[in-house]
């Protein structure tokens, strides 16, 4: 009886050789699977007015979009005017694509503007971040306090032998020392790289690996629905197998139990005590990278967005300036983790550079009760809110009852990002969270784009739930065909038609896959992978992906490193894995598996399965089914027809079949799924 593995060896074309044949095809499958989301918001009628006073008082006003419109180099230039710059730039942009450099000539150390500046003025007693652990102990940082951690942490650094541009690998929990040590990052030049703490010890070897990081800072442990991570476990487990890594620094969060290699880690704590408080800020130029970030592609290896300083920080202090409307009495809350974009941009530095109050939390919205977030927001008065629609559709489920506790009345803005947001939790959000009197902002953005580029102004924009409605000033976006020709009403792929401060400057130590990617879809133009519809009025309504990207509880998870993970499994011989729609996290993965042998398939086995991918990659790219199938439906070429899989999963009418290799195939596995 011949083995699994000699079965998967047999089949031979199966992980890394589909990834390349198959892209194509795949690509258009997923993009004929929206209609009836473009249905639903086609039927979105209702919309929503600034209100008078809001408007009065906001950040942003109409006029902006003229002026970006006149000279978009113009405007982009006096909001970087707005930060601190050790030598100003020649030249606003200069772009070839696919290559932009903004603010060229120009150096800055970007903490100046997100710490300096603020110390020399009434600010320096401001509280930077209100923080709260989730078994409820609670740390403010002034920006003074967290000017002086992050010098003493940059000193540290020094100490460690990391210089300019060497690459520094963060794996921790939601605590300030996440901030803090990003943040010493940046004072020196090194290049950082944060690591989701939910992310499997194999993920975080890879990433470290790819990056050449010299130095990981983990901590001993950290709390997640009252369980303990243990970080610094997960940590030894990859470095095993990390030979670039020479040190690792250590935060203790608790009084987790943890094996210390003499000469290789040190206590943070220890470190910082004996550092000196101040640190001169190293100038680098405009374009020198600011942090690589990892996110998932239509390929199993995850890639690292690379991003620079001086655009990246003109547009995240702008956008965080108009978008949230940032007062100096605010108190901003932006619930995503540092590990994700959203956590970089409008945690780290957004804020920062706008000398913003700030929350950071570090567990779940459901611990130990399912009003953990209303009562954050009531004790520190919380006025801004900006979190995800999968965590809006859970709070729906959970019931009014759960915010009606507690007095919400200090919020005035609230946020979304991350994934569509269906229509009904939009109002859900506008009614329950924000009692009908705060602007809701549906901002539209990615890891690569950097900052938020689709989005109403509040004060300014009517909004319309489900929709993102325009493009923030000075950012042209359209909707194009394969040909690149414009729709100007109806639906087809987002595309972004002129370069913005934020954007991507490349994948780490991978050009060509940069340039695939996101630049030959069409001639100089950004392919940000995601489909679109544009109304009469010039709105932006996002569909979602239209690539094997499956936005998943508002992450990225790509379904070929979910199907890479499987096949890895000594029983698993193929595996095709498909998005489908789930009532909370929007959309969910379904794998379909063959397996080798006689071996049966039962509830244990579709259990070992997910915790296996669960152990690959993490828990976030866990399928929420796994149905055994006696084989794939493949084209006569060997194609796997994943849209096929995925009309069986979503109890649509089959498609177009003909090209199937064994027509029956399909009856069968619908047969499976509809026992399983
Ligand atoms: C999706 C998160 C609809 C989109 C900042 C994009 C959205 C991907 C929205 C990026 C939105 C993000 N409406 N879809 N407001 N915001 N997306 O890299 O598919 O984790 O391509 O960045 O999320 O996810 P990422």
Redesign the pocket.
């Known amino acids: 009886m011949p083995t699994a593995k000699k079965l998967k060896n047999k089949s031979g074309k199966k992980s890394g050789a589909a990834v390349k044949s198959e892209k194509k095809a795949r690509a258009t499958s997923s993009a004929q699977s929206g209609p009836s989301t473009i249905d639903t918001l086609l039927d979105e009628k209702r919309s929503f007015k600034p209100k008078a006073a809001f408007a009065k008082a906001a950040n942003a006003k109409k006029e902006v979009y003229a002026q970006a419109r006149r000279n978009p180099e113009q405007f982009w230039g006096k909001l970087a005017e707005e930060l601190v710059w050790n030598k100003k730039w020649r030249q606003v942009c200069s772009f070839k694509a696919p290559d932009a450099r903004w603010f060229v000539g120009g150096k800055l150390n970007i903490t100046e503007s997100c710490l300096d500046r603020h110390v020399e003025t009434s600010r320096r007693n401001k509280a930077a971040l209100i923080w709260e652990g989730e078994p409820g102990d609670k740390q403010t940082l002034t920006y003074y306090a967290l000017y002086r951690q992050v010098n003493k942490f940059a000193n540290v650094l020094k100490k460690l032998g990391i210089n300019k541009g060497d690459r520094v690998a963060i794996y921790l929990p939601m605590i300030p020392e996440l901030m803090i040590t990003a943040l010493a990052c940046a004072r020196i030049g090194a290049i950082h790289s944060v690591v989701f703490g939910g992310f499997s010890p194999e993920s975080l070897r890879d990433r470290i690996v790819d990056l050449e990081a010299k130095l990981l800072i983990t901590a001993d442990g950290g709390y997640r629905r009252g369980q303990i991570i243990p970080l610094k476990h997960d940590a030894d487990v990859a470095l095993a197998e990390c030979p670039s890594i020479e040190h690792v620094v250590i935060v203790k969060r608790g009084n987790f139990l943890l094996r210390i290699k003499d000469g290789r880690d040190h206590w943070y704590h220890r470190l910082m005590q004996e550092a000196d408080n101040f640190c001169p800020p190293v100038y680098v130029d405009s374009e020198h990278p600011l942090f690589i970030l990892y996110?998932s592609g239509t390929t199993g290896k995850p890639k690292g967005i690379m991003h620079s300083c001086g655009g990246y920080l003109t547009g995240v202090y702008a956008t965080t300036k108009y978008v949230f409307d940032l007062k100096d009495d605010d108190v901003f809350w932006c619930t995503a983790d540092i590990g994700?974009?959203?956590g970089h941009s409008y945690l780290v530095y957004g804020p920062t550079a706008n000398g913003a109050t700030q929350v950071m939390y570090e567990g779940s919205p459901d611990w130990p009760d399912r009003d953990r977030f209303w009562q954050i927001v009531e004790d520190n008065g919380v006025s801004i809110f900006y979190t995800a629609p999968t965590a809006i559709r859970a709070f729906m489920k959970w019931g009014e009852e759960w915010p009606n506790r507690h007095d919400l009345s200090t919020l005035r803005l609230l946020g979304?990002?991350?994934?569509?947001?269906n229509p009904e939790a939009w109002i859900w959000y506008h009614e329950v969270i924000g009692k009908g009197n705060c602007p809701i902002v549906?901002?539209?953005?990615?890891?690569e784009t950097g900052h938020i580029l689709i989005t109403p102004l509040p004060g300014v924009t009517t909004t319309r739930p489900g929709s993102?409605t325009q493009p923030f000033p000075g950012i042209e976006a359209k909707i194009l065909d394969d040909d690149g020709r414009e729709v100007k009403k109806g639906g087809g792929y987002l595309a972004i038609t002129k370069p913005w401060p934020g954007m991507l400057r490349g994948i780490w130590g991978d050009r060509e896959r940069f340039v695939e990617t996101y630049w030959s879809k069409w001639p100089g133009i950004y392919f940000?992978?995601?489909g679109a519809r544009v109304d009469q009025q010039g709105y932006f309504w996002?569909l979602?992906?239209v690539d094997d990207v499956i936005?998943t509880a508002g992450?990225?998870i790509s379904t070929m490193e979910v199907e890479s993970a499987l096949v890895e499994h000594e029983s698993v011989v193929e595996a095709a894995v498909v998005g489908i729609p789930h009532d909370l996290k929007g959309e969910c993965l379904a794998a379909f598996v063959t397996l080798g042998g006689s071996l049966e398939f039962d509830d244990k086995t579709a259990k070992r399965l997910t915790e296996f991918v669960a152990r690959k990659i993490g828990a976030i790219a866990k399928p929420e089914r796994i149905i055994h199938v006696p084989d794939l439906p493949k084209t006569r070429s060997g194609k796997i027809m994943r849209r096929l899989l995925r009309d069986i999963a979503t109890g649509k009418i089959l498609g177009d079949t003909t090209t199937l290799a064994d027509p029956d195939i399909l009856a069968r596995i619908k047969k499976q799924y509809e026992e399983d």
């Open positions: 996110t994700w974009v959203t979304t990002v991350g994934e569509p947001i549906d901002t539209w953005w990615q890891t993102a940000p992978g995601d996002i979602g992906r936005n992450h990225r």
